[in-house]
């Protein structure tokens, strides 16, 4: 059985127009030293499971927010991948398991690592989902 990280791995992965600009530079977490750019890594934010009473139906539900990071060598290029990003998961639902259910778009910001010299245009989602 899969885990949500692994499915969203398989659908970013999968979109097509993701694909054409990171192929598959899409890591959990951390990515390796040296990786070519542009790349996404992501994380879990927080995680929380609704009480019965606040949800009707199955209580498995599960709602996780995850940050994605899109880093490239210059702004245009983040931003780009950060937009596929978004019509990747833009209302993304699985079959399961897990069973995603719905996707909420949360923040979107840009950033730039002085150190690096990266830009980083990041975006922060709510993965509704079941296991």
């Known amino acids: ?7 969203i791995y398989s ?8 694909a054409a600009l990171v192929a ?3 890591y959990a977490n951390r990515a390796p030293q040296n990786v070519t750019r542009p790349y996404i890594v992501f994380h879990l934010v927080t995680e929380e499971t609704p009480q019965p009473q606040q949800v009707t ?15 490239a060598e210059n702004l245009p290029a983040a931003r780009d991948v950060r937009a596929q ?3 990747a998961l833009k209302r993304w639902k699985s079959a399961g398991p897990p069973l995603v259910q719905v996707v909420f778009a949360l923040t979107a910001i840009d950033l730039s690592e002085p150190e690096t010299r990266l830009h980083n245009c990041t975006a922060d989602y709510e993965i509704n989902y079941e296991e």
């Open 11 to 18: 659908r970013l992965s999968g979109f097509a127009g993701l």
């Open 57 to 71: 139906g199955a209580t498995d539900l599960i709602r996780a927010r995850y940050q994605f990071d899109c880093y």
């Open 24 to 26: 598959t530079r899409i």
């Open 1 to 7: 059985m899969a885990d949500i990280e692994d499915l």
């Open 85 to 87: 990003l978004r019509l």
